[in-house]
């Protein structure tokens, strides 16, 4: 071999051997990034394998919106798709920014697979209206064409399967209670509309709550419990006194006169009205010996500490 | 070295530049969310050529039994959500006051107190603050897990309201009435009074107020209530008919 040849022999091995040392790393951090592991695994077509990459990656990172929303992602790519919603929405809550054409067109999706129509018919229209021109908008399209001849569940079955998830799943649960209350010829509209009250307060979304309109008066007990999501909502959003005044404007009935007086203790404490908030408090003490009620009890004790101090 | 070689060499030195570049890019955090993005995109990309069959998972009961058991059995799994929920302003209302107003309160008192005030006096208020905060801290992480933990939230309040008026009879047959609220159904509709007692199981997915299904007594323990016009089961009170050794 010539002198030349050796030195370009030469050349070209170090050439390879300094790409081999520019793309090694990559390798190692797609290994330690559970993230890209779990794309990758969608690559490959294994959605199970790579949901379990995404819930790793959003339990290493629990503030990261956007591995809540993988971790749909991963739910949805497995089938599951109340789990995807859960999660889709999570994120969203946590980060507003996140939406983007993906986004919603998966969100539509959800709805669809759980043949929630009212809700399926809003989310691809919201996508249409994010980016009309969008390969997405055009799958929105043929989606909502096709979906006019689906028939819709029973809102009963609608509010059984937000029940049997609510715990677990409040975000989907809402979603449930939301498409039954929105079926205008059903009986349970009105339980659909307080259950939605309910579920909205437990996902901290008290601003909805206030827009519902009310519970018809003929039915006291849904009433009732319609006007204490309210006062429960006017008590997230830290308004206390016109929390107290919704309390105060009925006389809840005995299913929730409990929690309306718990509620109303709560508030008094808020409100400073400590003397008040004493009396109450010795009264659920006497009939409520609880944690719940020993929770109050000492939050009232914090205020009267601080007024000493002060 | 001719002019062949070092025009390689410079190419070789531009190519290992560029993979340094890009592999910094690549490990940053921008990068990394830049490569997730388009990875995203692509999923959506390929999902949005087929899309899901409609109504592919369906609620599976479409049963229709009688409406105003589904209703009482709808507002009996509701009602742990209001306790949630007041446990979270709980916490919050706990937090912010004890780290944001009483210490700076504190602070503000100790700068604004005469000059001569002895040091002894001082020491007693910070560790009092002190004391306060560490108080805080710890209500704080039990609420964090009061609200976390669905078995410490999901207290039940029961109906018990009684009219003391009433007679042993007219109660006795009012409360067996009222006893459908105070039991969870795994489905709506299927139990009556005769069956109320022997067909009750577990629904695990309705966590704790499926875990006591003992049968019930017809004529429950009450207790004077404080108002004069009726009185309280103590299971119906918020907490009341849990397990204790999960609490925390």
Redesign the interface.
Known sequence: MSGRAQ?DAA?IA??IA??L???A??RG?AAD?P??AG?AA?ERDRPREALAHFIAASRANPASA?NL??VG?GYF?AGD??NALEYFERSLQQDPSLV???FL??RA?CY????LRSM?RTAWKALIDWDPRS??A??GR??AA??RR?RA??S??????G??????LPHAAAA?FREAASQQES??RT?AR??LA??L??I?RHEEVLQLEPAPES?A??AG?ME??RA?AL??L?RWDEAMAALQKRSFE??????AE??KS?CL??LGRQEEATDALA?LK????????A??V??AE??M??RA?? | MNTHEALFMRLLLAAFILLSVARQAGSSSDGRTQRYTSLWLRQAGSDAASLVEPGSVRAARTDLPDRAACTRHLLQQSQWTLLQRAGGALRDARRDLFRKRVRQRVRAHLRAAPALESARVRLQRASEAGAGRETADALAARDARAVTDPVATDTKLELSVTATEETTAARTTRLIAEGDLTRPCTSIGTRDASDRNTELTPDTSLDRDNTDVRPRNTEPTVRPGTDGTGTYDTDSAPGGNVDRRKLP
């Open positions: 030195r050349m170090a050439a300094l790409l040392c520019g793309a790393p990559r951090l990034d993230v890209a794309f969608l956007r929303c993988y992602l790519k798709f109340e983007d054409s993906a067109f998966y999706n669809r697979a759980l043949g399926e390969r997405f055009d799958a043929e989606a096709s979906g689906e569940p029973q009963r079955a609608l509010l059984e399967r029940l049997d998830v609510w715990h677990k449930y009986q349970w339980e307080v259950f309910c579920a307060n437990t901290e039915d007990a849904l419990l204490l999501q429960a008590a997230g830290e005995s299913v929730v006169r409990g929690q718990y509620l709560l404490i808020q009264a006497r009939v409520f010996s609880t944690e719940a009620v929770h109050l000492t939050l914090v205020h500490q601080h101090l002060k």
